[in-house]
């Protein structure tokens, strides 16, 4: 069979039709530039507007430049960072103040010792008990240095504000020593 046989088998209604529209959307391509006008969306600002004005005459660009990035933060969950007066506005509860427990002091001419024990200090020992402290004047516990050691007391300060921590008597102040418990005895 001939070459010519062969395209006229595979020659189809359809594939006419097909490459009729073919040639019909060539001519309408090539017209259709010059028969539509062309229409410009005016925006803000156009794209290169916006680079002249963002890179000054010298076309250096300071650090400066880029401060509205670190105030309009674009990670913080606010978009903004807080200002020193939304800091301050934040509320943090004072911590607690030290409950000191004095549980003896000794005297010896010039040198003074004081044993003591701050109740609210989170330092656990490994027995399970808290840490005493064996201090002498001019040392500190919780922040507070120690100013005077009498027989019966000491005095503490901490910015100016001082505080007397007297000797535990077991049974009168309520505070037991460790080991010794005013209740009965289980049977």
Sequence with gaps: MSLIHRILKMVTPLNVLLFLLFLLSLVVYRERPADIPSVEVETEKAPA???????????????????????KNP?????????????????????PPPQFVLYGTLISGTEKIAIMED????????????KVSVLTVGEELSGYRV?????????????????EVPLLVPGKTGVTLPGVSGGKRPV
């Design 75 to 95: 990670f913080h969950p606010e978009r903004k960072i807080p200002t020193v007066e939304e800091k301050k506005a934040v509320f943090t509860p004072p911590p």
């Design 147 to 163: 100013v005077d050691i009498l027989p019966e007391k000491v005095v503490m300060e901490k910015g100016g504000e001082k505080v």
């Design 119 to 130: 109740r609210r200090s989170p330092v656990i020992l490994r027995s399970g008990r808290k």
């Design 49 to 71: 507007k916006l680079m002249e004005e963002a890179v000054p005459a010298g076309g250096r660009i300071s650090l400066k430049d880029f401060d509205v990035i670190v105030e």
